[in-house]
C-alpha cells in the first residue's frame, strides 16, 4: 500500500508561482509513473503533469506546459510539481496520483493510488 501526501499549495497572485511536493510511504515509488491532477468546483479531475520512474521522460497537458515542471527525487520518495507564471484558471484541489502501468496514462481513474490533495488558488 503506498500513501501520498502533498504539500505546498496556498494563495498566490498572478504570475506568481508555487512548488508543490508528494511525499510517499509505505512502499518505494521508484517504480512508478507518478503524476499529478487537478480538480475545480464542478469540473472532472484532469490531468495535469506525469513522469516516469527515472525522470527522464514527462508529460503535460496542454495548458501547463512550458509553465509546470515535474519532477522527482526517488531517493526521497518525493515527487514536485514547480509552477510558474500561475494565471487564475490554475486554480483547484492539486492531486499526487501513482500509477502502476508502465506506459503513461492520462485518465484519473486509471491511477492507482491518490493523495487527498492541496488547494491552490490563485488571484487575478
Known amino acids: 500500500q503506498v500513501q501520498l501526501v502533498e504539500s505546498g499549495g496556498g494563495l498566490v497572485q498572478a504570475g506568481g508561482s508555487l512548488r508543490l511536493s508528494c511525499a510517499a510511504s509505505?512502499?518505494?515509488?521508484?517504480?512508478?509513473?507518478m503524476g499529478w491532477f487537478r480538480q475545480s468546483p464542478g469540473k472532472e479531475r484532469e490531468f495535469v503533469a506525469a513522469i516516469n520512474w527515472n525522470g527522464r521522460t514527462t508529460r503535460y497537458a496542454d495548458s501547463v506546459k512550458g509553465r509546470f515542471t515535474i519532477s522527482r527525487d526517488n531517493a526521497k520518495n518525493t515527487v514536485y510539481l514547480q509552477m510558474d507564471s500561475l494565471k487564475p484558471e490554475d486554480t483547484a484541489v492539486y492531486y499526487c496520483a501513482a500509477d502502476t502501468s508502465p506506459i503513461f496514462r492520462r485518465d484519473y481513474y486509471d491511477m492507482d493510488y491518490w493523495g487527498k490533495g492541496t488547494l491552490v488558488t490563485v488571484s487575478s
Open positions: 509505505g512502499r518505494t515509488l521508484s517504480s512508478y509513473i
